[in-house]
């Protein structure tokens, strides 16, 4: 949850929007994430990926310390992965509790 928290405060990228972010949406040559999609729960917690709020994909660059925490994020997510042979790629969700799915926007503003 920190570096979902740093990432928030280093971008202002909306909670649904960092919850979408994808391995693949970081430019690690220019350091910049790219925002293209969000999650949002619907119905009786049923998570969906949607268009951002403006529907427009945007570019957000990243600083020193939030690639930094991105990068050790990323390090603890490969080994984790590893451990239980589920391999990271560039569709694989960055904020997640199973490697596998998003979190739900509403754990960040709840726990």
């Not at 529907?55 to 990323?74: N, P, Y």
Request: glycine letters at 8%; hydrophobic letters at 40%; charged letters at 25%.
């Amino acid at each position: 949850m920190a570096t979902f928290i740093a990432l928030a405060a280093v971008t202002a990228a909306r909670r649904g929007e960092l919850c979408g972010l994808r391995c693949g949406d970081i430019d690690w040559t220019d350091l910049t994430l790219t925002i293209e999609r969000s999650v949002a729960t619907m119905g009786r917690g049923q998570l969906i990926t949607k268009d951002t709020k403006t529907h427009a994909a945007r570019r957000l660059a990243l600083d020193t310390f939030g690639e930094t925490t991105i990068k050790l994020h990323l390090r603890v997510r490969e080994a984790r992965g590893a451990d239980l042979g589920i391999s990271i790629t560039a569709g694989t969700t960055i904020f997640t509790c199973d490697l596998e799915r998003p979190i739900p926007p509403d754990t960040v503003t709840t726990t």
